[in-house]
């Protein structure tokens, strides 16, 4: 009840800032609700608030390794095979979305071309707020529905190509309307034809304390010939945080949102020593995966 009264009222925060969400009703909040709205701007706009972790001191870097049956079964779709560990999930659906052209009754965020979606079977978390997915995206396939992608492609092939250890914002896709609100674990992770970056984030519409229930690892990659862009966003979770569902409100919210930048750092410092495989799934496993993969067509 609180995650949809929370959502509600954010909607309607963004709506009195101009933003072009639909309007809803709702009966005025309390005061240490509404002090919980703070709008968090999109992610291309998000300051670089969060420091880089102590240590390591250079980013991590997953190495890219041939594919094996012992990591698991080798799935093939249509414009991506790679071996799923049956830890992570019992396999996928390839999915072709069809093209969403722009124009005056789209939603920025909706533009898209035909692209494939996999959709992981048998995922160890389920009832979380993001769906176990893929996403395979023809690059100059999207140019040609929205010219200013181009420049989304060159920002992360600068990003893949000089490896800086903590990158402040990374393109991401699928667009969401939401903003970075939790970002930790940045590391580049090689597949079997491309590249990419992974890391541990929370996205939402407005100010709220870091959950499983909306907690994902994200990637973000390249084919090396710079064809397809391709995705993750995979559910994850810790022991150490809280369930997302029914958590009540911290105490005093107008603290909690004067400390948030500070909240997030120490928990990001927090979440960055624990071991890989004490989250669920296995932050390792999940590199694993990602690094078997071919990207491409893969069918007659």
Request: net charge negative; hydrophobic share 45%; charged share 10%.
């Amino acid at each position: 009840m609180k995650k949809r009264f929370f959502l509600l009222m954010a909607v309607i925060i963004i709506v009195s800032a101009a933003c072009s969400l639909p309007a809803a009703a709702a009966p005025a909040p309390t005061a240490a609700a509404a002090a919980a709205q703070t709008p968090i701007p999109a992610a291309t706009d998000l300051p670089a608030t969060l420091p880089p972790a102590p240590a390591p001191t250079e980013t991590q870097a997953v190495p890219t390794t041939e594919p094996t049956a012992a990591i698991g079964p080798l799935f093939t779709f249509s414009w991506v095979k790679l071996y799923i560990p049956t830890a992570v999930a019992a396999g996928g659906l390839s999915d072709v979305i069809s093209a969403v052209a722009n124009s005056p009754d789209v939603a920025p965020w909706d533009i898209a071309p035909m692209h494939e979606q996999v959709p992981l079977s048998g995922y160890p978390l389920a009832n979380t707020f993001h769906e176990p997915r893929l996403y395979i995206y023809p690059v100059q396939d999207f140019i040609a529905l929205d010219s200013a992608f181009a420049d989304r492609v060159a920002e992360l092939q600068g990003i893949l190509a000089q490896r800086p250890a903590d990158p402040p914002i990374v393109p991401s896709l699928p667009p969401w309307n939401a903003g970075r609100t939790f970002y930790a674990s940045p590391a580049y992770v090689d597949f079997q034809n491309g590249s990419g970056i992974r890391f541990i984030a929370q996205y939402g519409q407005a100010v709220m304390p870091i959950n499983n229930h909306e907690l994902f690892y994200m990637f973000q990659g390249l084919t090396a010939d710079g064809k397809y862009w391709v995705a993750a966003v995979l559910p994850i979770q810790h022991p150490s945080l809280p369930s997302g569902v029914g958590d009540p409100f911290p105490a005093d919210m107008d603290a909690f949102i004067a400390n948030y930048d500070t909240y997030r750092q120490a928990l990001r410092a927090d979440l960055e020593a624990q071991p890989a495989d004490s989250f669920t799934p296995s932050i390792q496993l999940l590199d694993a995966m990602l690094s078997t993969m071919t990207v491409g067509p893969t069918g007659p």
